[in-house]
Each structure stands twice: as C-alpha cells, then as structure tokens.
C-alpha cells in the first residue's frame, strides 16, 4: 500500500490531480519519515560540502550555520507549507490553476522545466567526474565556466544520452533502484568522513576541534572564490529547498498526510543530507587539497575515489544518476502540461538533449549554490501567492481562488505578484548588491502584499457578493 | 532465500561503515578498507534489489536538492 501511495504521487499515473485526496488515502507521520530521510542524500550533496570548504566558511559558522538553517527549513515545511496542504488537500499545479489561471501555471511550467534541466545536467557532470576516472579524463577547476576537452563533453553527452534513454523507459526502475542505493550511500556518507578525519590525523576530541578549525574548514576561501560568513550558511540550508517549502511545491507531497504534523517528518532528511552529509563531503574536499596542495580542480569522483576507492566513485556516478533521471523526467512532465498533445517521449528526448547540452558547461557545478538558490527564487513568489490566497483571503476582504471565482484562466495579480516579486529582487542585487542568497526572505513578504493589494483591487469580496 | 539475501545485504551494509572505522583505529591499512568497501558495495548493489522494495516506500525520490 506504501508503494502504491508514493507511486501515486511521484508518477504520471498522478491520481486526485484534480480533486482533494479522500481521507481513505490519507497516511501517517511514519511514511513521510522514511520518504524524506532517503531524498535529500542526492547527488548535488557531494557538491555543496566541497563549495563551503572552497568559500572559506569557517568550522564554527558551518556547523552552527547548518543547525539553525536546516531548523528554518524545518519550519517552514511544517507551519507554512503542510496546514495549506492538509486543508485544502490539492497538488501545487492545480492549486496555482485555481489561484492564478491556466495561462499563468504555463509560464510557471515553462520555467519549471528549464530550472529541473539545468540541475539534472550538474548531476550528469557530477557523474561524469566519476565515470571519466578510468579514461584519466582531464576534470574541471573551480573557475571554469566552459568545458576544457573534448573527451569531456564526449563523456557528458554520452551519460546524458544514457541517463535520457532509461528516463524515455519510465521512472519507476530508477526510483525503485534509488530507494535500494538510499540506505547504503547514507553510510558512505558517513564513512567518508570517518576516514576522511582518520587522513586528516584526527584522533581525538580535541584534535577534532582544531583539524576542523584550522585544515577543513579554516575561514580562508580558495582563489578566485568569495568568502562566506554564518548568513550565508543559514540562508543556504533554509532556502536551497526554497521551491519545495515556501515555494509550495511539496503540497503535492504532504496533502496525503493526516496532519500538518507530519511536515516535521522532513528533519531526518535535512538533517541527514544537509548536515552530515554537507559536512563528510567537505571533509573529503579536505583531504583532497592537503594531498593535492594548490589544486584548482574540483571533481567529486576524484576527491571520493581518492579517500574511499571505487566504493566512493560508485557513490558518486550513483547519487548524480538518481538524481538526474527523476529530475529529467519531471521536467518533461512541467513541458508536458505546456504540450499535451507531444507524446512524452519526444518531451523527455527534448529535455534530455537540452540537460546534456548544459552539462557539457561546469559552470553548473561550480556556481550549484548560486544556481540552486536562483531555482528557489524563481519559484518561490508562486508560493507565497497560495499562502496569502489561503490566509489572508477573507481577513482583507478579496475573493478567494481569484481565477476560479472569476471564470478566468489569468489572474493579473497572480502574474504580477511573480514578475515584481523577480523585479524587486533583481533589483536589491542590482543596485544594493544583495547576494542571491538573502533574496528569498525579503522576497517572500513582497510578493505576498503585492498579491494581498492587487487582488483587493481585482477581486473585491464586496463586489462578488453584489455580483 | 530471501533471508539469506538479507543477510547479504546486511553484510554488505557492515563492511561499508566497519572498515572505515577500523582504519580510524589504527586496526587496517587504507588499501584493504577501500577493498572491503568494494566487496560491501558489491553485496548490496546485487542483494538489496531482491528484497528492499517490498519493504520500503517507493519515495519520491531525489528532484529535491
């Protein structure tokens, strides 16, 4: 019954798209518990630890960072995004369909798909890094932005192809096959860091304590990279997932559970992912530059293959593949709701293509963090619009579901809401030089009083009760 | 048979965590715990298929970063 459940969610066969979910299909705290600890140890994972180590953050400000973030994450799934998704019980497509009108949910697809394409070909150049091993294919540095050999973009097109292939055969064999890795890349994880601290000459707490502060995590960010202090740490971990809490895309996820409590059920996997696995995989960035003094390479296959030999290697080719074939797929279901007619396979062909050809670029991998952040930026005034729409509705006096009430497949403040939000945001980087990261937060409040103002205008409660 | 496949499977599971944390004790070269790894990774990649998907839920699995 568990499989069915999560079948039903994460495949085509999509059941309740367009009705709430009964209560017969409802499920418990227990079954969003084992979902998120397995998900959040994906492949970007062996990315995001060595990026902190390269900008410099200092041992302190990670660890401390990475607590309170991950516990903003945490709240923000379980108090903002799970009381939406248990009241009203609707996927986030179909929520923002009755909110902000057809036309709109197109565009919000359409940018959807090409954010999945683009963090599917970072995962296809994380493998690549890993497979290439054996070819002694030469590996990207920190500041490359183009591919630097052929037999690079070789590798990388024909993973891609590969990965495009089996995401065309369907979704359920790679999911099943990552459910069954899940368990054991948790634990090379954690290995990795063990032996990481062994190579480091750790033997003790207190060495612990200074081989953290002054070789891992030193506070001096590589050449050529900016230096991040605690806020970035915080912002980081609470928003790299910005699209899934605050952005709403998790009320899919969570309108199958029988109460908003099981929005805390995502601490196993934030904290198992974006904790101890962040912190191993620095570890192994570490141990990686001491052998390697001056290095400005930055390939995960290496670095893991070095400390842990082909178990770390096959870790990495493994967490970027299950990453990168569900993100393909989903991407070719965002285009497939802008192109029904299509046939999915051509979609997937499409989109394949397209991640291939961005995972020819490193840029990808080296700028993941500004990438990652950028994606939940997109997304996220969309979520802010289903919050304000479900609590503030009524107390300031304008129709709920404004696209729906009105008979309209556009709803202008809906649209708007989206594009200023991006336009403030552009502009406090722009002008003020507000890093990507902080952009989220203050991001957030504008989008929500610019829909709460604009639908008092265009939905008026007054005037649909006159109507 | 499907016991004796977990079984496997969790001695695979063991010898991914075990070396490692025999090499932080000074108990085993790098050279052979990267080897047990192998053989660890091996017993689980052909165990665990067999039985763990009857088991656990089929998660939604990985488009989140």
């Known amino acids: 019954m568990a499989n069915r459940f999560f079948k039903k969610i994460v495949g085509g066969t999509n059941e309740y798209e367009r009705t709430p979910v009964p209560a017969a299909s409802l499920k418990g705290n227990k079954s969003f518990l084992g979902m998120y600890a397995g998900e959040h140890t994906a492949g970007t994972e062996f990315v995001i630890g060595p990026l902190f180590v390269a900008h410099g953050v200092a041992a302190g400000d990670l660890v401390l960072g990475l607590l309170i973030g991950n516990l903003l994450a945490v709240l923000s799934w379980a108090l903002i995004t799970a009381p939406i998704a248990t009241s009203k019980r609707m996927t986030l497509y179909y929520q923002l369909e009755r909110i902000a009108g057809k036309n709109v949910v197109r565009w919000y697809n359409l940018v959807n798909a090409l954010m999945f394409c683009f963090l599917a070909g970072s995962m296809i150049a994380v493998s690549a890094t890993a497979v290439g091993i054996p070819f002694n294919l030469e590996m990207p540095t920190l500041t490359d932005w183009l591919p630097r050999t052929p037999g690079w973009i070789v590798t990388v097109l024909l993973l891609g192809a590969v990965v495009t292939m089996v995401a065309i055969q369907g979704y359920n064999q790679v999911s099943k096959f990552a459910n069954v890795m899940s368990p054991w890349m948790i634990l090379i994880f954690f290995s990795a860091a063990i032996v990481g601290l062994s190579q480091l000459g750790v033997g003790s707490v207190e060495s612990l304590v200074s081989v953290a502060q002054e070789v891992i995590w030193n506070g001096v960010p590589l050449p050529g990279m900016s230096r991040f202090s605690i806020w970035h740490v915080i912002f980081f971990a609470w928003f790299c997932n910005m699209a899934m809490h605050i952005g709403m895309s998790d009320l899919t996820i969570l309108r199958y559970a029988k109460s908003w409590t099981s929005g805390f059920a995502v601490f196993a996997g934030v904290y198992l992912g974006h904790f101890v696995a962040w912190i191993a995989s620095g570890i192994l960035y570490a141990v990686f530059l001491q052998a390697n003094t001056g290095s400005q390479e930055f390939a995960p296959g290496p670095i893991a293959y070095q400390t842990l030999g082909i178990a770390g290697a096959v870790c990495v080719v493994v967490a970027g593949w299950t990453t990168a074939n569900p993100t393909i797929y989903r991407a070719g279901l965002a285009l497939q709701g802008i192109f029904p007619k299509v046939a999915t396979w051509k979609i997937t062909a499409i989109v394949g293509g397209i991640t291939s050809l961005a995972a020819c670029f490193p840029a990808l991998v080296m700028k993941l963090l500004d990438f990652v952040a950028l994606y939940g930026l997109l997304l996220m005034p969309m979520g802010a619009v289903i919050f304000a729409d479900f609590y503030f509705s009524k107390k300031m006096g304008f129709r709920e579901e404004g696209a729906l009430n009105s008979g309209s497949d556009f709803s202008l403040p809906a649209l708007l809401s989206w594009v200023l939000t991006l336009a403030f945001c552009l502009g406090l980087n722009y002008f003020y030089g507000i890093e990507i990261f902080f952009l989220g937060l203050p991001g957030w409040f504008v989008a929500v009083a610019i829909f709460v103002i604009l639908s008092k205008v265009k939905y008026p409660l007054a005037k649909s009760l006159a109507a | ?65």
């Open chain 2, 1 to 65: 048979m499907k016991t004796l496949l977990k079984l496997v499977s969790l001695a695979g599971l063991t010898l991914s965590i075990v070396p490692p944390v025999l090499l932080f004790l000074g108990k085993m070269e790098l050279d052979s715990m990267k080897l047990w790894m192998g053989v660890g990774m091996v017993a689980w990649l052909f165990t665990a298929p067999f039985w763990i998907n009857e088991k656990t839920e089929e998660g939604r699995s990985k488009t989140e970063v």
